[in-house]
């Protein structure tokens, strides 16, 4: 089983930039489409970016063009590189396999002047 551990959040001001990184212990981590999601405050988690072992990443349309996902399969880890940050880009950030139920403990990012 693949236990995923989010962390790279922080404070940071509108327009700034953060990396996620998105650590995978144990196997079957190279093959397997995964996604960053987010979740505001009294809001439904929402889907970010997903990443493919073929094609391009997709992205949700409110991030498109500021952020970028990425992953390094020797290090088994996942990125999210946010560039351009705004305040509605608060929310804890979660990575996961796609169509995976269970979830981490996230990664807070306040996006705030």
């Known amino acids: 089983q693949v236990q995923l551990v989010e962390s790279g959040g922080g404070l940071v001001q509108p327009g700034g930039s953060l990396r996620l990184s998105c650590a995978a212990s144990?196997?079957?981590?190279?093959?397997?489409?995964m996604g960053w999601f987010r979740q505001a405050p009294g809001k439904q988690r929402e889907w970010v970016a997903s990443?493919?072992?073929?094609?391009?990443?997709t992205y949700a349309g409110s991030v498109q063009g500021r952020f970028a996902i990425s992953k390094d399969g020797a290090k088994k880890t996942l990125y999210l590189q946010m560039n351009s940050l705004k305040p509605e880009d608060t929310a804890v950030y979660y990575c996961?396999?796609?169509?995976?139920?269970?979830w981490g403990q996230g990664t807070q990012v306040t996006v705030s002047s």
């Open positions: 996961n396999f796609l169509g995976e139920s269970s």
């Open positions: 144990g196997s079957s981590f190279s093959g397997r489409a």
């Open positions: 990443i493919f072992s073929y094609g391009a990443p």
